[in-house]
């Protein structure tokens, strides 16, 4: 298999990252190099935005402004996390021929920083340049079972709320619609196991 760039993306508690790591086992059981690089990225910008979202630290008088930064930042960290000389994905995929799994990239950003149509626009325009990754999955959670797992979790972000989910799987549906790259939507209330057959089964057209 070439290396690849996918994604996999999902409300808060859609299980992403365990799905990351099942796949990177997978890909390492056959030989091949692999990375798990989430975004927000461990980077300096990423973990600046770690810290608005464990707190917010940002004084902005409507949550539209805030959601607006929080796109700039987002951006801003994306740039970072693909193209760094340090440990830029895209150079780790091309250069040094790894698998490259993200959970969260751009598409996130419309489903959690967008709310209305003008921010749509904004938070196409921050991110157009960022090329579509080979591969997306999308793993879609009923907003009351991604709270009952969150429930489970000590400390919950700032985004990891009822209405805010709710805005967020909306979004999610509505950029899905269109999408005409490499595309895999799975429910993801079956077992990990389940999902990862999937996952592997769909990427065997590369
Ligand atoms: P998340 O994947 O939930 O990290 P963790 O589970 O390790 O805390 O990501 C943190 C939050 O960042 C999540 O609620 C969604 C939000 N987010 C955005 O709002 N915009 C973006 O562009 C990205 C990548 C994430």
């Known amino acids: 298999m070439k290396p690849l760039f996918i994604v996999l993306e999902g409300i808060d508690g859609s299980g992403k990252t365990t799905q990351a790591d099942y796949l990177k086992t997978y890909f390492e059981g056959q030989g091949q190099a692999a990375l798990v690089s989430p975004e927000p990225s461990s980077g300096p910008i990423g973990q600046l935005i770690r810290q608005v979202l464990a707190a917010n630290i940002l004084p902005f008088a409507t949550a539209q402004e805030f959601e607006q930064q929080m796109g700039y930042l987002f951006a801003a960290d994306r740039y970072y996390h693909l193209y760094n000389a340090q440990d830029g994905i895209l150079p780790a995929r091309d250069q040094q021929g790894c698998h490259i799994i993200t959970p969260r990239y751009y598409f996130s950003s419309f489903a959690y920083n967008a709310h ?55 979004n999610y549906q509505r950029l899905l619609e269109n999408y005409s790259h490499p595309l895999l939507c799975l429910a993801a209330n079956q077992s990990p196991e389940a999902l990862h057959q999937q996952i592997v089964a769909f990427l065997q057209q590369f």
């Open 116 to 170: 209305r149509p003008e921010d749509w626009q904004f938070i196409e325009r921050l991110n157009q340049d960022f090329p579509p990754p080979d591969a997306l999955i999308y793993l879609d959670l009923p907003v009351e079972q991604a709270l009952q797992r969150l429930g489970a979790r000590q400390q919950r972000e700032c985004y990891e709320k009822e209405d805010k989910l709710r805005e967020v799987s909306r």
